[in-house]
């Protein structure tokens, strides 16, 4: 079955130190992956998203991610954490363009000041 | 403001009764889905809608219905609630399957 995975429940990070959100899949094709954050009390937001090109994609609030094909991965990194990064952060996978989204169950994250 | 609605934000019922979770969104979106999001299980996608008229079962559909006669509007129905359905809904939309996805606030239904 096709899926994906967020290895960690939450993870702890200082303020100022660097940050990474981990995401694996396990599908077949040429996967479209996203990322999206989640503030308390608010519904999801776009943070950046792999559809083809470059495997290093930079997004919204200085994240980036790096697909690794062959590692089947798509983890999340921010080069210095701020207290304001601190949410829920979910990976998303489309396995191919006409299937279905699926969504990992998502990392909190705390960042320490 | 680009943005999508969901009414209402909260309601708490009664098992069996009709409800209808409104959603619209005002970019001119062509793809529209419901998703539901439970504590440990993450998001879980309901229904989806490529377009007006065309709708199609996402992963958890079963007590769920969905319609779309206007491109902007995008309702959810639960027919008899049961308290399984108890969650937190999000409605969101995207210029097609790969764009990415609008968000609405979340709609927290309780079910009695």
């Known amino acids: 079955a096709q899926s994906v995975a967020q290895p960690e429940d939450q993870v702890n990070v200082a303020e100022g130190n660097p940050l990474t959100v981990k995401c694996t899949y396990s599908v077949s094709g040429n996967p479209y992956l996203f990322w999206y954050v989640q503030y308390p009390n608010r519904g999801l937001q776009f943070l950046l998203k792999?559809?083809?090109?470059?495997?290093l994609v930079k997004g919204s609030y200085g994240f980036e991610a790096e697909f690794n094909k062959s590692q089947t991965s798509f983890h999340l990194k921010k080069p210095s954490a701020l207290v304001s990064d601190s949410a829920l952060y979910f990976c998303a996978v489309r396995p191919n363009r006409d299937d279905k989204i699926i969504f990992g169950k998502g990392t909190r994250l705390h960042i320490l000041p | 403001e680009a943005q999508v609605t969901q009414n209402p934000r909260y309601l708490i019922t009664v098992t069996g009764k009709k409800l209808t979770v409104t959603c619209s969104q005002n970019m001119n979106h062509e793809y529209m889905s419901w998703y539901r999001q439970d504590p440990g299980l993450g998001l879980r996608q309901i229904y989806y809608?490529?377009?007006?008229?065309?709708?199609d079962k996402g992963d958890v559909p079963e007590g769920y219905k969905v319609s779309r006669k206007e491109k902007r509007n995008f309702p959810l129905i639960l027919e008899s609630p049961s308290p399984n359905q108890t969650s937190l809904y999000f409605c969101?939309?995207?210029?097609?399957?790969?764009?990415?996805?609008?968000f609405g606030p979340g709609t927290r239904l309780t079910v009695t």
């Open positions: 809608s490529m377009n007006v008229e065309v709708t």
């Open positions: 969101a939309s995207s210029q097609g399957r790969l764009g990415e996805q609008y």
């Open positions: 792999y559809i083809t090109g470059d495997n």
